[in-house]
């Protein structure tokens, strides 16, 4: 892809539709030298990491460890009360603000392809083709989505903050998460900047990744290195995800010198094998985006090794999202393969991870595996008639269930695929006290293991890695107790 191709994909939010295989989350801390063409087929998928946390001390302290802010940035953020006009009681907001040190021309933006666009995102938009960025301001609790004035009043929080940092209007992203159709309180939001701007520190991220939380459980960070710089991601993301991008925030850092130009095609690159290959619940938000920014403070010792980087810490924030997501009990992870394309391979993993009926199983610990079948045949006969689909061979935990055009059950195969569901249980649902509001019982992630499945359709070569969650009680207590 060319640098004018790149840009213009960036600018037409055409995700999705690159061609490149999904690469699963591993571990972060690694720096890779690789060719252009590794880059572009990337590596095979990976198993779940074994990365476990005893407590939520234990994770706090391991983001902590992971949180040192590139060179050039800072964040900080002020928390405030305001009285949302739609709903007449009480509520918390908080203000963070990204700054850099000097504003960069190395920036690139990624938005939902949602038709109802949020005013934060139509304006995000019209600054791909400013000269240079130097802040972003985010919001939580409100997304200022089809909101009265609703450009306007992110523009007034822009230039607000602007007058703070020193800096032109049109330098400054908005950014907004959470309501839709609320009116942001302005006036409370401007009047909480100059706390948010006297608490920039250049030290740790972590400030920002709380900051941007709504639903959340806990904050999520990455890292990576190259040569003497580093990458440093955070993001936001618990319900209505399913990309292109997903109710997603993100925000990547690096003090590596990469022309704007080629960061943009690394981010989209990076976006597509990783943020396009999950959901949650099958909702693309309105408000979804992903923000990379250079300090350009940082030689940058080989490009493909940045963007291999990159594309690593997308990764690993993905798996972090969907982990996180609402009410989530278990991850999956559909490994396709043999497919004639990545359109049939990726659309597969899509609908097997957005199935309610096999989401339900999988919370259930339950090996009801017909519902796996039934949601590749529903994709199948709906969007890819005449796939010959009598060489599909499944598995789950490794174990083969389906092969040959038909099931390979028995007492053994039950009990193996109950016992790998059950390993990888994030919790189990505590009865709610009230009888009606489920809620996690941890805020923290326990463990990084998944539900892996396998669907080798045996057609072809593309592979695509999708990743999934189940459907608990708490998600739809979440959701049905969201606004009230």
Same mark, same amino acid.
């Given at each position: 892809m060319s640098a004018e191709e790149s840009a213009e994909w960036t600018t037409k939010q055409t995700m999705g539709q690159s061609g490149g295989q999904c690469r699963p989350?591993?571990?972060?801390?690694y720096a890779l030298r690789t060719s252009h063409a590794a880059l572009r087929t990337m590596l095979p998928a990976m198993p779940s990491t074994d990365l476990t946390f005893a407590d939520r001390d234990a994770h706090r302290a391991w983001l902590t460890a992971?949180?040192?802010?590139?060179? =050039?940035?800072?964040?900080?953020?002020?928390?405030?009360?305001?009285?949302?006009?739609?709903?007449?009681k009480p509520a918390r907001m908080t203000a963070t603000v990204i700054a850099l040190d000097q504003p960069?021309?190395?920036?690139?933006?990624?938005?939902?392809?949602?038709?109802? %666009?949020?005013?934060?995102?139509?304006?995000?938009?019209?600054?791909?083709?400013?000269?240079r960025l130097g802040a972003v301001v985010i919001n939580n609790k409100i997304s200022n989505v089809c909101a009265p004035d609703g450009v306007a009043t992110s523009e007034r929080v822009c230039a607000a903050a602007a007058g703070l940092l020193g800096l032109a209007a049109d330098e400054v992203? %908005?950014? $907004?998460?959470? #309501?839709? =159709?609320?009116?942001?309180?302005?006036?409370?939001l401007v009047s909480a900047l100059p706390a948010a701007v006297a608490s920039l520190q250049a030290a740790s991220i972590l400030p920002a990744a709380e900051g941007i939380c709504t639903t959340d459980l806990y904050p999520k960070i990455r890292r990576a290195t190259v040569g003497g710089g580093s990458i440093v991601g955070i993001a936001k993301g618990a319900g209505m995800i399913e990309p292109n991008l997903a109710t997603m925030l993100v925000y990547l850092l690096t003090d590596l010198d990469i022309p704007r130009e080629d960061l943009r095609a690394a981010l989209a690159s990076a976006v597509d094998g990783t943020f396009n290959c999950m959901s949650i619940d099958s909702d693309t938000s309105t408000s979804d985006t992903v923000v990379a920014l250079s300090s350009q403070r940082v030689p940058c010792p080989d490009r493909m090794a940045f963007a291999a980087a990159l594309r690593q810490v997308c990764a690993d924030l993905c798996e972090d999202v969907v982990r996180n997501g609402e009410g989530v009990h278990h991850v999956m992870?559909?490994? #396709?393969?043999?497919?004639?394309?990545?359109?049939?391979?990726?659309? #597969?993993?899509?609908?097997?991870?957005?199935s309610?009926?096999?989401?339900?199983?999988?919370?259930?610990?339950?090996?009801?595996?017909?519902?796996?079948?039934?949601?590749?045949?529903k994709e199948v006969g709906a969007h890819f008639a005449g796939t010959d689909l009598s060489h599909v061979r499944l598995t789950m935990g490794g174990r083969e269930l389906f092969?040959?055009?038909?099931?390979?059950?028995?007492?053994?195969?039950?009990?193996?695929?109950?016992?790998?569901?059950?390993?990888?249980?994030?919790?189990?649902?505590?009865?709610?006290?009230?009888?009606?509001?489920?809620?996690? %019982?941890?805020?923290w992630p326990p463990h990084e293991r998944s539900v892996e499945i396998g669907i080798?359709?045996?057609?072809?070569?593309?592979?695509?890695? #999708?990743?999934?969650?189940?459907? $608990?009680?708490?998600?739809? $207590?979440?959701?049905?107790?969201?606004? $009230?």
């Open positions: 989350p591993c571990r972060p801390h992971h949180a040192a802010l590139p060179a =050039g940035f800072r964040c900080g953020a002020a928390r405030f009360e305001f009285t949302p006009v739609e709903a007449p960069t021309p190395a920036f690139a933006l990624m938005f939902t392809r949602n038709a109802f %666009p949020g005013a934060p995102v139509i304006i995000g938009r019209q600054r791909l083709g400013v000269a992203l %908005p950014c $907004s998460t959470g #309501v839709i =159709g609320w009116r942001l309180p302005a006036d409370a992870r559909v490994q #396709v393969s043999g497919a004639a394309t990545i359109a049939l391979a990726r659309a #597969v993993g899509k609908s097997v991870v957005n309610p009926l096999f989401q339900c199983a999988v919370c259930g610990n339950d090996p009801n595996v017909g519902r796996l079948v039934a949601a590749i045949g092969a040959g055009g038909s099931f390979r059950l028995d007492h053994d195969a039950e009990r193996a695929v109950t016992a790998h569901l059950r390993q990888a249980e994030l919790y189990a649902s505590v009865p709610p006290a009230d009888g009606l509001t489920f809620r996690p %019982p941890v805020s080798d359709l045996g057609q072809g070569t593309a592979t695509a890695t #999708v990743l999934g969650a189940d459907r $608990s009680h708490e998600y739809i $207590s979440e959701n049905a107790d969201y606004r $009230s």
